[in-house]
């Protein structure tokens, strides 16, 4: 089966402009999560979507970021305004509801100058 | 709040060497994760540790977890230059909320000949 796909995979932007970052999970996995380690730091938690419902956006930095995941299926995330400080490597993952295995995608490197 | 510290955050091994990575946290949780990231690829995921005194083996590559303790081991048998990577344990916070994992800062290990 094909794993978590992310795109793309590196994206070089400007202070102040609007970057979307995109997630496809595994086929059937209605459990998606979006994670991001900054450099130097720890791989931190932003938030989880269960099918299209936000279950825990409790990681979320600040406004600047928007997650959507329409239908259910693939999942968006916004930077907008990007500052310096969201530059890092953001990793999407999901799961099934109820397995405790989690598969990462290949992760977007963002650098903001 | 739940924190997770691994240690060495660097290792340099010789082929042939065995070596355990630590990683101890701060509160209860019976699901830990350990995963292995190679430069610009995805995590993979290595082992899924669901109770206390579980034990998973795979290759060269073993890991444990005490509960009571708060600390998951992970150790390497006979490194070989293919175990060169970065190695995360990652922790499930209790309750019923899943996927908010808490990872350690990584383990770079180097190996080698």
């Known amino acids: 089966e094909a794993g978590v796909t992310q795109f793309p995979s590196h994206s070089v932007i400007e202070k102040g402009q609007t970057v979307t970052l995109r997630c496809d999970p595994i086929s059937g996995h209605d459990n998606l999560y979006w994670y991001r380690r900054v450099m130097g730091k720890e791989i931190k938690f932003l938030l989880h979507?269960?099918?299209?419902?936000?279950?825990?956006e409790s990681g979320m930095p600040n406004n600047r970021f928007l997650a959507e995941r329409t239908g259910g299926t693939y999942s968006t995330l916004k930077v907008q305004p990007a500052e310096l400080e969201d530059s890092g490597v953001y990793f999407c993952?999901?799961?099934?509801?109820?397995?405790?295995?989690?598969?990462f995608g290949s992760g977007t490197r963002l650098t903001v100058v | 709040e739940l924190k997770v510290e691994q240690n060495p955050l660097f290792l340099s091994m010789q082929e042939g060497k065995n070596y355990t990575i630590y990683c101890n946290y701060s509160?209860?949780?019976?699901?830990l994760y350990w995963y292995r990231q190679d430069p610009g690829k995805s995590l993979e995921s290595l082992f899924v540790?669901?109770?206390?005194?579980a034990v998973k083996q795979e290759g060269r590559l073993m890991a444990s977890l005490d509960t009571k303790a708060r600390l998951s081991t992970l150790h390497i048998t006979a490194a070989v230059h293919d175990l060169s990577a970065t190695y995360f344990c990652a922790v499930d916070p209790p309750g019923e909320s899943q996927g908010n994992l808490i990872f350690g800062k990584g383990t770079k290990l180097s190996v080698k000949p």
């Open positions: 979507f269960v099918k299209e419902s936000k279950q825990d």
């Open positions: 509160t209860t949780s019976d699901r």
């Open positions: 993952a999901s799961s099934q509801v109820g397995d405790y295995g989690y598969t």
């Open positions: 540790l669901l109770s206390n005194g």
